[in-house]
């Protein structure tokens, strides 16, 4: 049912450390790609957003990348931080402007 | 500069009421979206405004659903005769244009039906 797969479901890392998320969708006609992060009991905040053309975009110490032939993107945090925890989505959107999410990763950074 | 506001941010009710959940854009954003989140999952797509015209509802669980923006700005989400599988966060986001421009979302509505 799920257009937009992500992995891991959830991740919990020590402070400091890195660590990438995985996003693979079959949405089509692609538009863009977006990550999403959403603290607990708030609502989605965009982070990157990545068009057909675009394999990498950078937001701080997060690092997005697609790779459109094989409809695979990943969200990389450098040297996390306690406040990084919160899930992570993933959203593919269509020319036609349909948004499909994916369920999410949850990470959890412990000092 | 007011971000996306929605109220109440909780709601209980009785299986079978009604209840309207309400929803106040960024001033000038033309595009309107609602979404259903359920615990552990990513928001699904209910149904989708341009000013005033509701463009897509095809989102909509059943017709227990009903949401209106009458003059392009407030919009209330309205769910008929409540039942348990209700129990969801209600997100609402607005952005400048549909797919195009980035979504900002409100709080959500955390609703329960006991």
């Known amino acids: 049912k799920n257009q937009v797969e992500q992995s891991p479901q959830s991740l919990i890392i020590l402070e400091g450390k890195n660590c990438t998320l995985q996003?693979?969708?079959?949405?089509?006609?692609?538009?863009?790609l977006r990550w999403y992060k959403q603290d607990t009991g708030r609502g989605p905040v965009s982070l990157t957003i990545?068009?057909?053309?675009?394999n990498t975009k950078s937001n701080g110490r997060y690092t997005a990348t697609l790779d459109a032939d094989t409809k695979q993107s990943s969200l990389h945090i450098t040297a996390s931080q306690l406040s990084d925890s919160a899930s992570y989505i993933c959203?593919?959107?269509?020319?036609?402007?349909?948004?499909?999410f994916g369920d999410g990763t949850t990470l959890t950074v412990k000092p | 500069g007011a971000g996306v506001s929605q109220s109440p941010r909780y709601k209980v009710a009785k299986r079978g009421q009604d209840v309207a959940l309400r929803c106040d854009p960024i001033?000038?954003?033309?595009?309107l979206f609602w979404y259903q989140q359920a615990l552990g999952q990513g928001p699904e797509f209910l149904t989708y405004?341009?000013?005033?015209?509701?463009?897509?509802k095809s989102g909509l669980p059943s017709d227990r659903f009903f949401a209106e923006r009458p003059e392009g700005s407030v919009s209330t989400l309205k769910i008929q005769r409540t039942q348990q599988e209700d129990s969801a966060v209600y997100l609402c986001?607005?952005?400048?244009?549909?797919?195009?421009?980035?979504?900002?979302f409100g709080p959500g509505t955390r609703l329960l039906v006991l």
């Open positions: 986001a607005s952005s400048l244009a549909r797919g195009q421009g980035t979504q900002y």
């Open positions: 996003c693979n969708y079959t949405v089509s006609p692609f538009s863009n």
């Open positions: 405004f341009q000013n005033e015209a509701q463009l897509d």
């Open positions: 959203v593919v959107n269509t020319n036609a402007g349909k948004s499909t």
């Open positions: 001033s000038g954003h033309v595009s």
């Open positions: 990545m068009t057909f053309s675009e």
